[in-house]
């Protein structure tokens, strides 16, 4: 009973068959061409049953059309033969010859009506024969009484025409009557058969149609079910494999290509499964170490940041603890001096426990710290409470700590001290975990060398601080020494040369012209010095005020004019009309043109001097060119530098203490400008000075 309910409930059919055909071993566009073919082959049954019906159809229409046909040539003959029987009674009455010959010829011709009633009621025959029949008799009564009218015999045809005429004729009405009425009875029931044959042909075809199309919607219907079905279950599955699903699995009853893609659905799930699991893992270690890496960052941005040992070593022992999943840790540094272990930095303890340990000495043979460094391995005690405990390792078992790693903080050739972190709970420490500790020692190591190397510096610092803040103060004491001595010998000599004590020898007049040139070149190199030894100590200061650029220009090339003459060059100079009133200090900036301009006419033996001068954007710009030899590339960073000339050797051709362009330089970017050089070897050089137009009112010493 369970087994036919469970048949008789549509669902359950439908679903059976849904399923049968999901498991039907064939392709899915074979599936799809057989339901396909079946609509075809139910509309081409559908077709032929409606053509079967049109055909009866137009069966019993034609039989319609043959009755009414009948009927109407039975009428035809009973109207004819009612018009003879009363042409025939008028003409008889009458007794007209021409009456009478029209009464014969109707009756001739309606023997051809006989004969074409004859063609289309063959099924009265026997009635049609009964009025042949009669017909001729009455023809040839009829014939026979016009006979007797003709001959005379009036009266006799008068008798002849009542006793047969007239009942001939009536059984000829009633004969055709007769078939009349069959006809119009076989009109009747053929009507009601046509009747009965539409109904029933519209009832075939509707109900074949109904079943066609319920047949063809169930087909369609189980076929794009035993489809879809699977399609859905893949689709939903994909959404998942998409939202990260991987364990679930599809399962359609499909033998196709669904079913193929199901399992290949199911495969791929599984690989990506196995995939995504790796890349967690993976994502899950590079999370790790990202978290390393920037542990290490924070570690290395403190060693490289700051010169407080305390504050990078608690740094490091708070990111070991942190990383490494430990509840403490600290950093002990062998003092050289006790030849022991001192404790650093801590992370993670208590004031009373690092109370306790700091109090508690460690030598550098300690069972625990002691053992790693002299090993110079990690080394772990996974559980405390099955040691032999030294001290301190007491200590720390009594603070509730059961593991402990040790790992060692070594140079080459020394050791520095020990990263120590400890566990609540006991167990071996992991590989990773150790790898990881081992190179937080490692930048423990670097930055208790790094500060040391910090505060040697800092003290280095300091020391040469001091040493050229004395040699400044030197240089300018010296040089305040030695130009004062000097000053007094170019007096006495302008005196002697200007003949104040008598007129001297012309020998005596070179030598003295002589004893003052020298003299004056000693007080320029002593005034470099001593410029150069306030730029130093930060005390040479500008005076600023208001200037004139074309004024500068003719002071330097007045003061190089005589030496240019002398070795036949060509000095020019060119000033932009309408320069602005410039503000600085005219004194230096006229020592800084004065410098170029020298040195381009000591250095040029053949050619030109050019000075060029103009105003562009707030910036003055004077050019110093020359045509001598140029300055080589790597020799063009090196010339502003104290000390530093082109040629440096002892037997150079040009004098000077390589002062000028240095001294130059740190006056023009007191004034906040520039100078630069532009040259070519053999194709003389370029000196392009920039300075505002209006230097700071306050501008600090240099």
Known sequence: MIFLASWMNPGNITNRLVDWVARLPVRVQTKLLVAFLSIVGLLIVLGAVGLQVLSEINHQTNELIRLQRKIAAYHQVQHDTTNQLYSISTALLLQDDGMLDAALRQLNQFGYDLDRMEFVAKEEAEILGQVRKDYNRLTAEVTHVVDLIRGGRTDEARKAQMAQIVPLADRLDRLTNQLVNLAEADMVTAIETTEGAYRTSRWIVTSFAIVSILLGLGLGYIISWSLIDPVKKIETRLRQIAAGEFTQQVTVANRDELGVLASDVNQTSEQLGCLYREVQARTAQLARLVGELEALGEVSKAVNSTLDLNMVLKTIVAKAVQLSGTDAGAIYVVSSTRQQFRLRATYGMSDDLIAAISDQPIGLNDPGIGDATQRRVPVQVPDLAEETLSPLQRIVLQAGYRSVLVVPLLRPNKIVGALVVRRRGPGEFDDQIIHLLETFAAQSVLAIQNAKLFREIDEKGRQLEAASRHKSQFLANMSHEL??????????????????????????????????????????????????????????????????????????????????????????????????????????????????????????????????????????????????????????????????????????????????????????????????????????????????VRAGESVKAA
Request: proline share 4%.
């Open 483 to 692: 130009r004062t001595p000097l000053n007094s010998v170019l007096g006495f000599t302008e005196m002697l040369a200007d003949g104040l004590y008598g007129e001297l020898p012309d020998r005596a007049k070179a030598t003295v012209a002589r004893v003052q040139a020298n003299g004056r070149h000693l007080l320029g190199l002593i005034n470099d010095v001593l410029d150069l030894s306030k730029i130093e100590a930060g005390q040479l200061t500008l005076s600023l005020d208001d200037y004139c650029v074309g004024q500068i220009v003719q002071t330097a090339a007045a003061a190089v004019e005589p030496l240019a003459r002398t070795k036949g060059l060509v000095l020019a100079m060119t000033v932009a009309d309408n320069l602005p009133l410039g503000h600085g200090d005219e004194r230096r900036l006229t020592q800084v043109l004065l410098n170029l301009a020298g040195n381009a006419v000591k250095f040029t033996e053949k050619g030109a001097v050019d000075i060029l001068a103009g105003a562009a954007g707030g910036h003055f710009e004077i050019i110093v060119r020359d045509t001598g030899p140029g300055i080589a590339p790597a020799d063009q960073a090196l010339i502003f530098q104290e000390f530093h000339q082109v040629d440096s050797s002892s037997t150079r051709a040009k004098g000077g203490t390589g002062l000028g362009l240095s001294i130059s330089k740190r006056i023009v970017e007191m004034h906040g400008g520039t100078i630069v050089v532009e040259s070519v070897p053999g194709a003389g050089s370029t000196f392009r000075m920039t300075i505002p």
